[in-house]
C-alpha cells in the first residue's frame, strides 16, 4: 500500500534545511524614477530534502506497510504595507496567494503551489509595487533626485537583496546589512548583499542627486532665496514660496530684525532624512532643509533660525524657544503663543539647559523629554516676551544680534561698539532685564531671574548679590546723569562679578560727589567731555577708578582755589587796588586755570589761579607804591623846573633899579608865581628911548 504524505507546514522562523527542505530568495528593488515607484521582484527556490521512506503500521486488525511519500506546497513572503499588483508565478503550475499574518508595517503572504517531492526543486517568482512619489506612505521614495529603499531578503534559509538604481544618484546603505556595488551598466547601478545565510535580514540605501533638484529664486523683503524641491513636487515647491513671501515680513516685524541679505537656500528632503525633525537650519551654509511634509509654521520656525542659532546663543533652549516662540506668532495661522507645558516627564529636577536631542535609537521616554523641552523654552520665551512688550522684546533681539552690552553704562557708544558673539543664559537674562523689564517699568526686578531658575537654569548662589548690585547700577546710572558708567562696572555687571561691581560703584559715586562738588564750586565749568569724565568712563579696573578718584579730589581742592581765584578777579576793587593793577594780566591765568581743570591738571589750574590771588592780593599795597612813586617822581619834577627856570631867569632877566636906587629882581620871581606861555613878559628897557641916566658919582 502507498501511504500519500502531507505538506509539512513550514513556518518562516522555523524555516531551515534540517526541516526537510531549502527556501532560497533573492530580492531586487529596482528604483523606477519615470512612475515614481519601487518595482520588486523576488526569486524564491525551495527544493525538497525529505526522502521516500518503506513504513510498517496497524491497520484495523492487521498489518499495513508501504511507501509514504513527503512533499511541500509552501512558501512565504512579506510585503510592506503600501504594496500593490502582487503578483506570484512558478515555473511549474501557478501560484495561490494569501494572507498569513499582519503587522503595522505589511504583511505577509503565503504562496501555494503545486506539490514539490522529494528532490524536485521549485521555483516561486513574485512581484509587486511600492509607490515612492513624493510624501508617499511608508517613507520609500523614487525620484530623480532622492531615492529611499529599506528592502527585505525573502530566503527562510538564505538570500540575497539587490537594489538598482538609475545613473546620477550617489547612493549609500543607512542602516542594515551593507550593500556594495556590484554593476554599473546600462546607466543603472546595481548594489548586492551577496548570499547572507541569515533569515529575515534587511538593507536600507539612500541615494541623492542634488543637481537634479529644480531652482526657483523668490524674493521676500530684502532677502533672496532659492528654493530647490524635487521635480515631482511642484506642490511644495508652491507652499514654500507662499510662506516665505508671509513669514519673512511677519518674522522681521515681530522681531524687529531684518534678513542678513545674500541667498538662503530652502532645500526640500525626506522625512526620514532628518530623522525625528521637520526642518534644520545650517548657518555655516545658509541652507533651511524642510521635509516633504512640512507644515507652513514650520518654515517660520527654521527662518527665524537665521537669527537664533548657536552662533547667537550657547544654549538650545533660548534659540528653539526664540524659533518656536516666532513660529507661533508670525508663522501661518498665527497661532496662540505656547502654554505651560505641564508636569516634567524626566528624572531629577527641571533643567532645559540641557537639552534633549533624538536620533533613530530615540526611546519613547525621550521623544516624550525632548517635546517638554520645546514646549518649556517656548513658554518661558512667551512669558518674558509678554512682560516686556512688542518694542522692547525687539530691542532685546536687536542688541543680542550686535551683540550690545546690557549694562552699556548710559553711554550710547558702548552699544553701538558691540561684538556680535554666542551669549550664555545669564547675558540672555540681562539682555532681557535691563532692555526689557527696566523700560517696560516692571515692578518686580527679579520677575525674570525666578523664572530662570523656576527652570533649572540659574541656581540660587548664582544670582547671589544680583538683586542689590542692579538696584547699585541704576542708582548710579541716575547719579551719573549723562556720564557713562566706567568699564569696569560694565565688565563687572556683565560678567557676574557683583562684589567687585559693588566696590566700583562705590569708588565711582565718590567720584561723582566730586564732580558735582567742583560744579557747585564752579557753576559755569562745562565739565562735559572734560578729561575726568573720558577718565572715568574709560576706568577699567578698580584700580583705575581709585587713581582717578584722588585726581578727583585734586581737582575739587584746585576747582576751591580756582573759584576764589574768579571771585578776587570779580569782585569791587578799591581804588589802590585798581591802580596796583594796571597793566596785570589777570584774564590769562583764569583761562589757563579753567583749561588746566578741564583736562585735570589740578596743579598747573592750581598754579594760574594763585597767580590771580597773588596779584589782587597784593594789588593795595602795590597801588600804595605806586602813588609814592608818582609823587616822589612829581616832586623830582617839579623840583628840576624850578631849578631850570631859575637858572634861565638868571640869563634873560634886566636889573632894574628900584625907586631908592638899588636893584632889584623882576617881580614874577619877587613873589614866586609862575607864569604860564601866554603872560607877557617883563617889561625891559626900550632900545628907542633914552634910558634915565644912573646917579653922578660924587666927586673925588
Same mark, same amino acid.
Given at each position: 500500500?502507498?501511504?500519500?504524505?502531507?505538506?509539512?507546514?513550514?513556518?518562516?522562523?522555523?524555516?531551515?534545511?534540517?526541516?526537510?527542505?531549502?527556501?532560497?530568495?533573492?530580492?531586487?528593488?529596482?528604483?523606477?524614477?519615470?512612475?515614481?515607484?519601487?518595482?520588486?521582484?523576488?526569486?524564491?527556490?525551495?527544493?525538497?530534502?525529505?526522502?521516500?521512506?518503506?513504513?510498517?503500521?496497524?491497520?484495523?486488525?492487521?498489518?499495513?506497510?508501504?511507501?509514504?511519500?513527503?512533499?511541500?506546497?509552501?512558501?512565504?513572503?512579506?510585503?510592506?504595507?503600501?504594496?500593490?499588483?502582487?503578483?506570484?508565478?512558478?515555473?511549474?503550475?501557478?501560484?495561490?496567494?494569501?494572507?498569513?499574518?499582519?503587522?503595522?508595517?505589511?504583511?505577509?503572504?503565503?504562496?501555494?503551489?503545486?506539490?514539490?517531492?522529494?528532490?524536485?526543486?521549485?521555483?516561486?517568482?513574485?512581484?509587486?509595487?511600492?509607490?515612492?512619489?513624493?510624501?508617499?506612505?511608508?517613507?520609500?521614495?523614487?525620484?530623480?533626485?532622492?531615492?529611499?529603499?529599506?528592502?527585505?531578503?525573502?530566503?527562510?534559509?538564505?538570500?540575497?537583496?539587490?537594489?538598482?538604481? +538609475?545613473?546620477?544618484?550617489?547612493?549609500?546603505?543607512?542602516?542594515?546589512?551593507?550593500?556594495?556595488?556590484?554593476?554599473?551598466?546600462?546607466?543603472?547601478?546595481?548594489?548586492?548583499?551577496?548570499?547572507?545565510?541569515?533569515?529575515?535580514?534587511?538593507?536600507?540605501?539612500?541615494?541623492?542627486?542634488?543637481?537634479?533638484?529644480?531652482?526657483?529664486?523668490?524674493?521676500?523683503?530684502?532677502?533672496?532665496?532659492?528654493?530647490?524641491?524635487?521635480?515631482?513636487?511642484?506642490?511644495?515647491?508652491?507652499?514654500?514660496?507662499?510662506?516665505?513671501?508671509?513669514?519673512?515680513?511677519?518674522?522681521?516685524?515681530?522681531?524687529?530684525?531684518?534678513?542678513?541679505?545674500?541667498?538662503?537656500?530652502?532645500?526640500?528632503?525626506?522625512?526620514?532624512?532628518?530623522?525625528?525633525?521637520?526642518?534644520?537650519?545650517?548657518?555655516?551654509?545658509?541652507?533651511?532643509?524642510?521635509?516633504?511634509?512640512?507644515?507652513?509654521?514650520?518654515?517660520?520656525?527654521?527662518?527665524?533660525?537665521?537669527?537664533?542659532?548657536?552662533?547667537?546663543?550657547?544654549?538650545?533652549?533660548?534659540?528653539?524657544?526664540?524659533?518656536?516662540?516666532?513660529?507661533?506668532?508670525?508663522? *501661518?495661522?498665527?497661532?496662540? +503663543?505656547?502654554?505651560?507645558?505641564?508636569?516634567?516627564?524626566?528624572?531629577?529636577?527641571?533643567?532645559?539647559?540641557?537639552?534633549?536631542?533624538?536620533?533613530?535609537?530615540?526611546?519613547?521616554?525621550?521623544?516624550?523629554?525632548?517635546?517638554?523641552?520645546?514646549?518649556?523654552?517656548?513658554?518661558?520665551?512667551?512669558?518674558?516676551?509678554?512682560?516686556?512688550?512688542?518694542?522692547?522684546?525687539?530691542?532685546?533681539?536687536?542688541?543680542?544680534?550686535?551683540?550690545?552690552?546690557?549694562?552699556?553704562?548710559?553711554?550710547?557708544?558702548?552699544?553701538?561698539?558691540?561684538?556680535?558673539?554666542?551669549?550664555?543664559?545669564?547675558?540672555?537674562?540681562?539682555?532681557?532685564?535691563?532692555?526689557?523689564?527696566?523700560?517696560?517699568?516692571?515692578?518686580?526686578?527679579?520677575?525674570?531671574?525666578?523664572?530662570?531658575?523656576?527652570?533649572?537654569?540659574?541656581?540660587?548662589?548664582?544670582?547671589?548679590?544680583?538683586?542689590?548690585?542692579?538696584?547699585?547700577?541704576?542708582?548710579?546710572?541716575?547719579?551719573?546723569?549723562?556720564?557713562?558708567?566706567?568699564?569696569?562696572?560694565?565688565?563687572?555687571?556683565?560678567?557676574?562679578?557683583?562684589?567687585?561691581?559693588?566696590?566700583?560703584?562705590?569708588?565711582?559715586?565718590?567720584?561723582?560727589?566730586?564732580?558735582?562738588?567742583?560744579?557747585?564750586?564752579?557753576?559755569?565749568?562745562?565739565?562735559?567731555?572734560?578729561?575726568?569724565?573720558?577718565?572715568?568712563?574709560?576706568?577699567?579696573?578698580?584700580?583705575?577708578?581709585?587713581?582717578?578718584?584722588?585726581?578727583?579730589?585734586?581737582?575739587?581742592?584746585?576747582?576751591?582755589?580756582?573759584?576764589? *581765584?574768579?571771585?578776587?578777579?570779580?569782585?569791587?576793587?578799591?581804588?589802590?587796588?585798581?591802580?596796583?593793577?594796571?597793566?596785570?594780566?589777570?584774564?590769562?591765568?583764569?583761562?589757563?586755570?579753567?583749561?588746566?581743570?578741564?583736562?585735570?591738571?589740578?596743579?598747573?589750574?592750581?598754579?594760574?589761579?594763585?597767580?590771580?590771588?597773588?596779584?589782587?592780593?597784593?594789588?593795595?599795597?602795590?597801588?600804595?607804591?605806586?602813588?609814592?612813586?608818582?609823587?616822589?617822581?612829581?616832586?623830582?619834577?617839579?623840583?628840576?623846573?624850578?631849578?631850570?627856570?631859575?637858572?634861565?631867569?638868571?640869563?634873560?632877566?634886566?636889573?632894574?633899579?628900584?625907586?631908592?636906587?638899588?636893584?632889584?629882581?623882576?617881580?614874577?620871581?619877587?613873589?614866586?608865581?609862575?607864569?604860564?606861555?601866554?603872560?607877557?613878559?617883563?617889561?625891559?628897557?626900550?632900545?628907542?628911548?633914552? +634910558?634915565?641916566?644912573?646917579?653922578?658919582?660924587?666927586?673925588?
Amino acid at each position: 500500500m502507498i501511504l500519500a504524505g502531507m505538506a509539512t507546514l513550514a513556518l518562516p522562523a522555523a524555516a531551515l534545511a534540517a526541516d526537510g527542505y531549502t527556501d532560497v530568495g533573492t530580492t531586487t528593488y529596482t528604483v523606477n524614477v519615470a512612475k515614481s515607484e519601487i518595482d520588486v521582484t523576488v526569486v524564491k527556490t525551495i527544493k525538497n530534502l525529505t526522502p521516500s521512506k518503506f513504513v510498517t503500521t496497524v491497520c484495523g486488525g492487521d498489518i499495513c506497510s508501504g511507501t509514504e511519500y513527503y512533499y511541500f506546497t509552501e512558501t512565504y513572503m512579506w510585503v510592506p504595507t503600501q504594496a500593490t499588483n502582487v503578483k506570484a508565478s512558478s515555473d511549474s503550475g501557478g501560484v495561490k496567494q494569501s494572507v498569513y499574518k499582519t503587522d503595522a508595517y505589511g504583511r505577509e503572504l503565503k504562496l501555494t503551489f503545486a506539490k514539490l517531492y522529494y528532490g524536485k526543486t521549485r521555483t516561486v517568482t513574485a512581484t509587486y509595487v511600492i509607490p515612492a512619489g513624493p510624501r508617499a506612505a511608508g517613507g520609500y521614495r523614487a525620484l530623480k533626485a532622492y531615492a529611499k529603499v529599506c528592502a527585505d531578503s525573502s530566503g527562510l534559509d538564505s538570500g540575497a537583496i539587490n537594489v538598482v538604481v +538609475p545613473d546620477g544618484l550617489v547612493a549609500s546603505t543607512t542602516d542594515g546589512t551593507a550593500l556594495n556595488l556590484v554593476s554599473d551598466k546600462g546607466g543603472v547601478q546595481t548594489f548586492g548583499s551577496g548570499s547572507v545565510a541569515k533569515n529575515g535580514f534587511y538593507s536600507c540605501l539612500e541615494a541623492t542627486n542634488s543637481s537634479a533638484l529644480t531652482s526657483a529664486p523668490v524674493t521676500a523683503g530684502d532677502q533672496q532665496f532659492n528654493v530647490q524641491s524635487w521635480p515631482e513636487d511642484a506642490t511644495w515647491a508652491t507652499a514654500i514660496q507662499t510662506d516665505l513671501t508671509n513669514d519673512v515680513p511677519a518674522l522681521e516685524a515681530l522681531t524687529g530684525l531684518q534678513m542678513p541679505g545674500g541667498t538662503v537656500a530652502v532645500s526640500e528632503a525626506a522625512t526620514s532624512q532628518l530623522g525625528e525633525y521637520s526642518g534644520v537650519y545650517d548657518q555655516d551654509t545658509k541652507t533651511a532643509t524642510l521635509t516633504e511634509d512640512t507644515a507652513n509654521s514650520t518654515v517660520a520656525h527654521e527662518l527665524s533660525h537665521i537669527w537664533f542659532n548657536k552662533t547667537l546663543f550657547s544654549s538650545a533652549w533660548i534659540y528653539e524657544g526664540l524659533a518656536q516662540y516666532s513660529e507661533k506668532i508670525a508663522g *501661518a495661522g498665527n497661532y496662540k +503663543p505656547c502654554t505651560d507645558p505641564g508636569t516634567y516627564p524626566g528624572t531629577g529636577s527641571v533643567n532645559i539647559r540641557y537639552w534633549t536631542y533624538l536620533d533613530v535609537n530615540s526611546t519613547k521616554d525621550d521623544e516624550a523629554l525632548a517635546t517638554w523641552d520645546y514646549a518649556a523654552s517656548c513658554y518661558l520665551v512667551t512669558k518674558l516676551a509678554d512682560a516686556i512688550g512688542p518694542d522692547n522684546f525687539k530691542a532685546v533681539m536687536v542688541a543680542a544680534i550686535k551683540g550690545q552690552p546690557a549694562y552699556a553704562g548710559g553711554d550710547p557708544s558702548a552699544k553701538a561698539a558691540g561684538t556680535p558673539h554666542a551669549l550664555a543664559d545669564e547675558d540672555f537674562l540681562d539682555l532681557i532685564d535691563e532692555l526689557g523689564m527696566v523700560p517696560a517699568g516692571v515692578t518686580d526686578a527679579d520677575q525674570a531671574q525666578k523664572l530662570f531658575q523656576a527652570y533649572g537654569l540659574l541656581a540660587t548662589s548664582d544670582t547671589a548679590g544680583r538683586t542689590v548690585a542692579r538696584a547699585a547700577y541704576h542708582t548710579l546710572l541716575t547719579t551719573a546723569g549723562k556720564w557713562g558708567l566706567p568699564l569696569a562696572v560694565q565688565t563687572y555687571m556683565g560678567g557676574w562679578k557683583f562684589t567687585d561691581a559693588r566696590t566700583a560703584m562705590d569708588t565711582a559715586t565718590k567720584i561723582l560727589a566730586l564732580r558735582d562738588q567742583i560744579s557747585k564750586t564752579l557753576p559755569n565749568i562745562n565739565q562735559a567731555g572734560s578729561a575726568l569724565e573720558k577718565q572715568f568712563e574709560s576706568a577699567k579696573t578698580s584700580a583705575d577708578l581709585d587713581s582717578l578718584l584722588k585726581v578727583a579730589q585734586a581737582e575739587a581742592d584746585a576747582a576751591k582755589v580756582v573759584s576764589q *581765584a574768579k571771585q578776587l578777579k570779580e569782585g569791587s576793587l578799591n581804588p589802590l587796588q585798581a591802580i596796583g593793577l594796571i597793566g596785570t594780566d589777570l584774564s590769562g591765568p583764569m583761562t589757563q586755570a579753567n583749561t588746566d581743570l578741564t583736562n585735570a591738571k589740578a596743579a598747573e589750574a592750581t598754579s594760574s589761579a594763585t597767580k590771580v590771588i597773588n596779584a589782587v592780593n597784593g594789588a593795595t599795597i602795590q597801588g600804595v607804591l605806586r602813588i609814592a612813586v608818582v609823587l616822589v617822581l612829581l616832586l623830582l619834577l617839579l623840583g628840576l623846573v624850578l631849578f631850570l627856570r631859575r637858572r634861565m631867569g638868571r640869563r634873560a632877566a634886566p636889573v632894574l633899579a628900584s625907586a631908592d636906587g638899588t636893584t632889584a629882581l623882576p617881580g614874577w620871581l619877587q613873589d614866586g608865581t609862575n607864569p604860564s606861555a601866554t603872560v607877557a613878559a617883563p617889561d625891559v628897557a626900550d632900545t628907542t628911548t633914552t +634910558p634915565t641916566p644912573p646917579p653922578a658919582e660924587p666927586p673925588v
